[in-house]
């Protein structure tokens, strides 16, 4: 791990692409995957890492978000199948809420499947926050994104899930952007 971190950690770094994830839980490299996280705060030129499976937890969740709030470059991620729950989502989320460069990252509905099981009475607390990260992601998929969302604009996708009055809303369906 120590040298993929020094590979993150040179100032000319040429590496672009990192497919690290796990194919078993025999491979998942667990909260010990956290140094790595965080050396991607500083990296300029990794645009696509998929660190799927390593089961980091909401520790995992927390420093995603803290590492993309100065990350400049990544533009795809992949992190399902970490065990992220509403306090990791919450993390990951205030921090891609200071990003403008991350565009495609597919929602990680495993995660977010096990964190409903886990969420009791946080169910609504889990859809506000999964929806606000859905809604981070469109606004930099914009090209207006750097600017201003404008009135009218949201990004959501009903699974047909209800849990108390309100469809659990995921996805990608877009309303007019007003500019």
């Known amino acids: 791990m120590d040298k993929i971190i020094d590979l993150l950690s040179v100032e000319d770094s040429i590496l672009e692409k990192l497919n690290m994830s796990a194919t078993s839980a025999t491979f998942a490299i667990g909260t010990d995957m956290a140094p790595f996280v965080y050396a991607l ?89 999964i929806n606000q990260i859905s809604e981070a992601i469109a606004r930099n998929q914009s090209p207006k994104s750097k600017f201003s969302l404008g009135e009218g604009y949201s990004q959501h996708i009903s699974l047909g899930v209800r849990y108390s009055h309100h469809p659990l809303s995921l996805g990608t369906t877009h309303s007019q952007l007003l500019v």
Do not use: C
Not at 52 to 80: E, F, P, V, Y
């Open 41 to 129: 705060a500083t990296n300029d030129s990794l645009i696509h890492l998929d660190i799927s499976g390593h089961m980091m937890g909401d520790k995992g969740g927390i420093a995603l978000g803290k590492a993309l709030q100065t990350n400049r470059s990544l533009q795809s991620l992949r992190w399902d199948g970490n065990g992220t729950l509403l306090p990791g989502f919450n993390g990951f989320k205030i921090g891609l809420e200071r990003n403008s460069v991350l565009t495609n990252m597919p929602l990680p509905i495993l995660d977010i499947s096990s964190a409903l099981k886990l969420a009791s009475g946080d169910v609504n607390k889990l859809q506000i926050v």
